[in-house]
């Protein structure tokens, strides 16, 4: 995600809930640590959900160099559903 436009959006528009898939079906791509990171960083700071679904979590092309992350905060909600 573009966390610029992330914020902007967040900042000038009344969002309620963001939601990151990570791994991205169907191309498998992680998401870095840092980044989901910081989208729930802004998602607190704008006050917005968090919803991070973990649908292939195991399923990781890469775990060395870009392990899968689950973050936690009272604004997050971790799902791991399936498909």
């Known amino acids: 995600p573009d966390l610029q436009a992330l914020e ?3 900042k000038n528009n009344n969002i309620a809930t963001v939601t990151l898939v990570n791994p991205g079906n169907p191309t498998g791509t ?3 640590s840092d980044l989901v990171h910081a ?3 802004l998602t607190k ?3 917005a959900w968090l919803i991070m679904d973990n649908t292939y979590e195991y399923f990781a092309w890469d775990p060395v160099n870009v392990p899968h992350v689950c973050v936690e905060d009272d604004h997050i909600i971790n799902i791991f559903s399936m498909s």
């Open 45 to 47: 700071k704008y006050n």
């Open 8 to 10: 902007d959006t967040l």
């Open 30 to 32: 992680m998401l870095p």
């Open 39 to 41: 989208v729930a960083d």
